[in-house]
């Protein structure tokens, strides 16, 4: 018996040892291979000029800052991979340039800047605007709020250094077992492990009664407040808050091959708490805010979204723009170009 048990141990132990040497040698090939295209910080900004698309700021934009100034209408867009143009293959083609397209076409003169990367949150948005926004001489400020932001922006305000990159969690996501990832709070005993309680999942919002969220939306409400008054006070643009729907608020058919769908219940009893949020915090505020989720309702365009991932295709970059467009049109943000 104590010989069985002497094997057992010492098997538990080669395998604690051979997952600890995997997670150490695999998180620094994975630093390697993150670090060609993002900055290793909690910023994770993207590698200046790592792709043609890739300006010498970090920007995924066609033209330099010194391209800019105040000869037009300058519009930065703020927001996490919807807003860069998630698995598209060039800027061109993600919303922001689109309705650069759409609204020089009626004679004005815009310039877009896709200040958006893979995800950001308001929390790193804003914190890009302060360092970076002053050089593209904006006219006007949209950020762009996406279903992932209320769980990424208190997690990166509790974050004070780069996370360990996990091979274990990279290889789960690669094969569509992300939901097997634990989403809370490192263990209570962890050194630096602050006292607030944990987080919940990343798809909370659209998971359980409004209610139940509320104790976590004071971090990403504080940051659009910090943000807007950045906008406002520092750069004397105009500041535009605008909601972007995922596929699983407006249809059940879309990306229904994505690993991580277990996550959430496509048009489930919750899924419109987000916006819910959003009509109340933006009467709070006074800000100016647009929701895209009947765009896409109304929209006859499917799919709008990947087979196999929550991003939008080409054809649902389209939606937004043409939808946004006329929202920035008709709403007379376009009207000060000089």
Known sequence: MNLRLGRLVAVAAVAA????????IGGEILRVQVGREFQLTVDHRLVPNSKPDINSDGIRCEYEAEDFDGSTFNIIFLGDSF???????????????????????????????????????PILSDRLLADLGARYFPDLVVMC??????????????????PHLSPTKFLLRKMGL??????????????????????????????QPLV????YLGEIE??????????????????????????????DRESVNYGARVLYTPLGPYVLEP??????YCAATGFQCYSLLQAFRTSQVFPTCYDDDPHWNASGHRVAAEALAVFLRDGGHTGRIR
């Open 222 to 251: 504080a940051s659009l407040r910090r943000l807007e008054r950045r906008v406002r006070e520092d750069l004397k643009a105009e500041f535009v808050l605008v909601l972007l729907p995922r596929g699983l608020q407006y249809s």
């Open 178 to 207: 992300a939901w097997l990832i634990p989403t809370g709070e490192i263990p209570r005993w962890w050194p630096w492990q602050d006292e607030r309680p944990p987080l919940p999942k990343t798809y909370f919002i659209v998971n």
């Open 275 to 280: 916006n819910r949020w959003f009509e109340t």
């Open 145 to 162: 709020l996406d279903l992932t932001d209320f769980r990424d922006d208190p997690n990166y305000a509790r974050t004070i250094r780069f």
């Open 83 to 121: 807003t860069y143009g998630g698995f598209l293959p060039h800027v061109s083609e993600a919303f922001p340039a689109l309705i650069e397209d759409r609204l020089n076409s009626n004679g004005d003169r815009v310039r877009v800047i896709n200040f958006g990367w893979p995800s950001s949150s």
């Open 212 to 215: 139940q969220s509320r104790p």
């Open 17 to 24: 040892i051979s997952l600890g040497f995997f997670e150490w």
